[in-house]
């Protein structure tokens, strides 16, 4: 507090500077505040809480808001007491003539400039109570500042300060109304001030509890004022700062200085302002008289008003109030307050989830006062974000039968290297877990293969999962597993039944690929091998279709030009016996030569094999 003083003496105020604090419940502000003096000595303080707390990284589109709070204020609670004169010649007009008082702007003057309705108008008390009124109005609606009054003449009266039952020297905040009378308590009470220049000398405070005696406006005890004082800042709790504004119009009847008197008993944390008004303010503040003594013993300033009706111009505490509060992400403006708020401003609940980005996100609380001091406020909050591709493939299995996926952690590179991702296959070729560390650009690859079989065909989802920070994501893609690629058929010479000739093409005379007409029907796929695929041959005269055979049936193909296109097991396979062969299963006849297609499990149809037979003879 000493050091606001010496910059209020230094900046040549003649105000007072009050210390405030003002004490946030239910707002915790995070690991960020930064904090800045005002011109007028405050404190102005900004502060920025996430919820959720981020941690280390924040996932890119999860729920982030955002709360910045401006207070204003400084120091610690403030005790703050107005000491006025009321003897009688605060309304007498030989002493202190009467004028035309301007009243500070948006004050009612009250009837013909009569402060304290006492039909005396214009009088140095008037000048005092509007004073004090605007004084008073400065300090605004701070609850860290508890507001005091004493009168004082011929001893000294300590204002009962609220309309509640009881006495009570303080009220808080300054313009606190308890009444709903729509006028501040305070203001009520300095208006209820009052004193008399004839006999009997009323004098005294009116409200709220009546003190008015006769004989009170004819002395002024300044030892009476600085003993009340004394007596009602200690009635508030230790290490706060006291602060008292002491108006008097006259020297004093009583007063002294030393060991032992009230102002040798002024507490070190108390500094006391004076103000010398009227008739005797002229030499008032020069070193060695009562209101310079007071002022230079608590380290408080003297100031000489000689024109009463000034002094609500020089009397009021120069207190500055918050302007705007402002929330920036990464620059730009996505919360914004303004107004006049004399110790907090606040922004709740601001949404900024869209306004991130992946990496450093700088979130900003500026807060600026009405004398345009600027704090700022900032966290960075890191946001990471992931991508798994391909986002789905189709490979053909008979081809390829490895698949890739690529994860790639989006963030800034202290946070997205290193980090461990889960992959794991689910559906037709179950895989892993299997972990994968992520590189220095937060990459990180895997690969699997799956059986070239038609068990292998099918959709697998593979999933990718990391962890940062206690927050998880998850991401799926899908690889298809399919089979498209036609079989190959082959029509193969083959023996005679009897197994010991294989016919040689084309045959004699040139009439045939095959003279007897043996083959066997065969073929081959990638993904179905042999034993998943079926062989059907076709009469290419009259369409007519045969099977489905298995790979490796052996048929006798004969065409026979009109007769009806028929099949017949072939040989001893007929269950005839007779002692014949049975290598060949089959002896087909047909209008035509043969044509064979291999269809494979997927449905897959090859192209056609010719299983060529001579013409028949004429």
Request: hydrophobic share 40%; glycine share 12%; aromatic share 4%.
């Amino acid at each position: 507090m000493r050091d606001i003083r010496r910059r209020a003496s230094r900046l040549g105020l003649t105000t007072v500077a009050i210390a405030v604090m003002v004490a946030m419940t239910g707002t915790a502000l995070a690991a960020n505040p930064e904090s800045g003096t005002t011109t007028t000595s405050q404190d102005l303080e900004v502060g920025i809480t996430l919820d959720p707390d981020p941690g280390s990284a924040h996932w890119l589109g999860e729920p982030l808001s955002a709360e910045a709070v401006a207070t204003l204020g400084g120091g610690d609670l403030a005790n703050v007491i107005y000491v006025l004169d009321v003897s009688g010649s605060m309304d007498d007009p030989t002493t202190n003539p009467f004028q035309d008082i301007n009243p500070p702007p948006g004050l009612p003057p009250g009837p013909e400039d009569d402060c304290n309705g006492d039909d005396v108008r214009g009088s140095a008390l008037d000048s005092a109570c509007f004073g004090l009124i605007s004084l008073n109005q400065s300090l605004g609606s701070n609850p860290n500042i508890d507001v005091g009054m004493i009168a004082f003449g011929d001893g000294a009266k300590t204002a009962d300060m609220n309309p509640a039952p009881g006495a009570q020297p303080f009220i808080s905040p300054p313009n606190a109304d308890a009444d709903s009378s729509s006028v501040a308590d305070v203001e009520q009470v300095i208006r209820s001030a009052d004193t008399e220049i004839t006999f009997p000398y009323d004098a005294g405070i009116g409200l709220f509890t009546s003190d008015i005696t006769s004989g009170f406006g004819s002395r002024t005890n300044y030892d009476a004022a600085l003993a009340a004082m004394n007596a009602a800042f200690a009635t508030e709790p230790g290490g706060e700062v006291n602060r008292a504004v002491f108006i008097s119009d006259g020297a004093p009847s009583t007063f002294s200085v030393g060991a032992g008197s009230p102002l040798a008993a002024v507490a070190p944390e108390t500094i006391v302002d004076t103000y010398a008004i009227g008739f005797f303010a002229v030499g008032a503040c020069d070193p060695g008289q009562p209101l310079a003594q007071i002022a230079a013993a608590t380290g408080g300033l003297c100031t000489p008003v000689a024109d009463p009706s000034m002094l609500s111009a020089v009397l009021p505490v120069e207190l500055t109030n918050i302007a705007s509060l402002d929330l920036k992400v990464n620059g730009t403006t996505v919360g914004s307050t303004s107004g006049s708020e004399p110790t907090t401003m606040q922004l709740p609940g601001v949404v900024i989830t869209g306004d991130l980005v992946t990496g450093a996100n700088l979130i900003e609380a500026v807060a600026i006062a009405e004398d345009g001091t600027s704090v700022t406020a900032d966290v960075v909050v890191e946001v990471v974000d992931m991508t798994l591709t391909p986002p789905h493939e189709v490979n053909e299995l008979g081809s390829d039968n490895e698949h890739t996926v690529t994860a790639t952690l989006l963030g800034s590179p202290s946070v997205v290297s290193g980090q461990t991702i889960t992959f794991e296959v689910f559906g037709q070729n179950p895989t892993g877990p299997a972990e994968v560390v992520t590189d220095a650009s937060g990459v990180a690859e895997f690969t699997y293969t799956v059986p070239v079989e038609p068990d292998s065909l099918g959709l697998d989802t593979i999933s990718a999962t990391v962890t940062i920070d206690d927050h998880t994501k998850t991401l799926q893609v899908t690889k298809d597993w399919v089979d498209t690629t036609p079989p190959v058929a082959a029509c193969v010479e083959t023996e005679n039944p009897s197994g010991k000739n294989v016919p040689k093409a084309p045959g004699k005379g040139g009439q045939g690929q095959n003279q007897d007409g043996f083959y066997e029907l065969s073929g081959s796929d990638d993904v179905f091998g042999v034993a998943g695929l079926q062989v059907f041959i076709t009469d290419v005269e009259s369409g007519i279709v045969f099977g489905p055979f298995e790979i490796g049936t052996r048929i006798k193909y004969t065409e026979a030009n009109g007769a009806a296109p028929r099949i017949k097991l072939m040989g001893a396979n007929n269950g005839s016996g007779n002692g014949k062969a049975t290598s060949v299963d089959y002896h087909i006849l047909g209008n035509g030569d043969g044509s064979v297609v291999v269809v494979d499990g997927s449905g897959n149809t090859s192209e056609s094999a010719a299983c060529l037979v001579p013409n028949p003879p004429k």
